[in-house]
Structure formats: C-alpha cells, structure tokens
C-alpha cells in the first residue's frame, strides 16, 4: 500500500514536472542493501545535498523474499510480487505488459522525453525496463544478486 502511494506519487510528481518545463528532471536513486540510518549516518555531502530537495523515503517494506529482482520490479513498476509476478532473479512469470516500470510509462505518455537508465546491475535494463532512449550498465566489477 505505501510502496504504491509513493509510487502514484513519484509518477505523478514525475509526469507533472516534465510536462511543465523542459529543463525539469527527474532522478530516482536505489541503493541496494543501504540501511537509511547508515546512509544518514554517513558522510555522503552529494547525496546530502539531494536529499534537500527531493521526495524521498527512509522507510521501506517488504512482504517477500528480498531476490533483487523482486524488490527492483517493485520499485520500478509500484506493485507488489502479487501483480508484477517476479518471485526470484529469474524473472519468470513477469507481467510488465499489465505494470510497466515508471521509465517505460513516463516514455509511452512521451516519446519525446529523453529517457535513460544508469545501473550496476544489468537484469534492471534487461529484464525490468521495457522502453528508455538510452542505458548504461556499469562495469566496475560489482556482479550484484545472481
């Protein structure tokens, strides 16, 4: 349910900002395995310095088993295991065609958003993103979840 709200709202924060001036963007951050209380804690100044002007959440839910690709697929599309069908890092049984990633629905309402996805973990573009003008993987040698 809040993982929804704050989905619905990131969509529509999304939407609204890029539809009223070009020059808006929208930036969304995962850190995977990153307790909120250690980022706080940390010295991190650039995402310090973010965090004064974003939307965001320290807390977080989970009603599954915590597989990358589960939680990854619930973040980007809003929905839980339930709906976008992603029980492990296999990915079988998606349903992205019925709930689409917010990059993908943010590029269908319009095409002409310049659209990327910059990740270290290659199955989030993949598997998880279905439409996007450009993505990145990283390669420093982090292999993420298998």
Not at 2 to 9: G, Q
Not at 79 to 101: A, E, I, L, R
Not at 132 to 139: A, H, L, P
């Amino acid at each position: 349910m809040v993982r929804s709200i704050l989905f619905n709202l990131l969509l529509i924060a999304s939407l609204h900002l890029l539809s009223q001036t070009p020059n808006r963007k929208v930036l969304f951050i995962g850190i995977d395995g990153c307790r909120a209380d250690a980022l706080i804690a940390s010295n991190a100044p650039t995402i310090n310095g973010l965090l004064s002007n974003a939307i965001y959440s320290t807390d977080a839910l989970t009603e599954y088993a915590t597989w990358s690709g589960t939680g990854w697929s619930g973040m980007l599309t809003g929905v839980w295991h339930t709906k976008h069908g992603v029980t492990d890092n296999s990915f079988s049984g998606s349903n992205y065609g019925q709930y689409p990633d917010f990059i993908s629905r943010v590029e269908n309402h319009n095409p002409n958003l310049h659209t990327v996805s910059v990740v270290h973990w290659s199955p989030i573009n993949t598997n998880i993103v279905q439409t996007i003008d450009n993505e990145y993987t990283g390669s420093n040698g982090y292999g993420g979840a298998q």
